[in-house]
């Protein structure tokens, strides 16, 4: 089975830079497909970024584009999210997510495609 463990999160001031952290339990065919989504209270769950294969391919929702960066570091098992030009709108609670390699042949990051999910870290941007 796959666990994924979220930090990095915390409270900073608009234009200021944070970056989360994934720690993946292992990886195998159901890490193949990486991804962090965000959630704000009354909202549905956004996904913000994904990445494929170590990193061979990333997506970014437009929201986010140019101001956030997914890497993975295959040695540590974690995945990153670089969060820069913070914001008030980038209030939420961001989770980790990963499912097989199909999961990032999609066009859109879609929360319908990833099974296995972390608990979450809040990001508050005042």
């Known amino acids: 089975d796959v666990q994924l463990v979220e930090s990095g999160g915390g409270s900073v001031q608009t234009g200021g830079s944070l970056r989360l952290s994934c720690v993946v339990s292992?990886?195998?065919?159901?890490?193949?497909?990486m991804a962090w989504f965000r959630q704000a209270p009354g909202k549905e769950r956004e996904g913000v970024a994904r990445i494929y294969s170590g990193g061979a391919a990333t997506h970014y929702a437009d929201s986010v584009k140019d101001r956030f960066t997914i890497s993975q570091d295959n040695a540590k098992k974690t995945v990153y999210l670089q969060m820069n030009s913070l914001n008030p709108d980038d209030t939420a609670m961001y989770y980790c997510?990963?499912?097989?390699?199909?999961?990032?042949?999609?066009?859109?990051?879609?929360?319908?495609?990833?099974?296995?999910w972390g608990q979450g870290t809040q990001v508050t941007v005042s």
């Open positions: 997510a990963s499912d097989r390699a199909r999961a990032c042949l999609r066009g859109s990051i879609s929360n319908t495609e990833f099974g296995y």
């Open positions: 292992d990886y195998n065919e159901n890490t193949e497909c």
